[in-house]
């Protein structure tokens, strides 16, 4: 029971201390940093606000990126020309037409690899390695606890 009597007595003494330390008004003599002393070799004085970009600024090269001929207009072609590559990468044949197994290429690559007995079905053992692999960063590099103690 006296720990518990001691335990509030500490607290009430601690929060009275706190009270007393930041109720205060001490000021500080001189501040904490000094402003340095502008000399005649000092370069001039910085401006207050960094400077941003505006939005027209950040559209113009949203716009350059896609007027490739840079003639200020965008072609139809200019603008489907990332989707063409991309579109390019997927038609494995170079028929021009995109079938369902080349659009499905990493996903039926994927079961092909699983399939270890090829026999077009996955057991439970081959589904599990197409499980996705996370990479996953350690939250504390801190060494093990030894266990001297």
């Given at each position: 029971m006296w720990r518990y009597l001691a335990g509030g007595v500490a607290a009430l003494l601690l929060v009275t201390a706190g009270f007393i330390f930041f109720r205060s008004g001490a000021k500080p003599d001189q501040p904490l940093f000094a402003p340095?002393?502008?000399?005649?070799?000092?370069?001039?004085?910085?401006?207050?606000?960094?400077?941003?970009?505006?939005e027209r600024t950040r559209?113009?090269?949203?716009?350059?990126?896609?007027?490739?001929?840079?003639?200020g207009l965008i072609t139809r072609d200019e603008y489907l020309a990332s989707r063409h590559k991309a579109f390019a990468k997927l038609d494995t044949n170079h028929d021009?037409?995109?079938?369902?197994?080349?659009?499905?290429?990493?996903t039926t690559t994927k079961f092909a690899t699983a399939d270890a007995d090829h026999s077009g079905t996955l057991t439970p053992a081959e589904f599990l390695t197409t499980k996705v692999?996370?990479?996953?960063?350690?939250?504390?590099?801190?060494s093990a606890p030894s266990s001297d103690e």
């Open positions: 340095a002393p502008q000399t005649a070799s000092s370069p001039a004085a910085l401006p207050s606000a960094a400077p941003s970009a505006s559209e113009q090269k949203r716009f350059d990126r896609y007027d490739k001929d840079r003639d021009g037409q995109l079938s369902f197994e080349e659009w499905a290429i990493t692999v996370r990479k996953t960063t350690p939250k504390c590099a801190c």
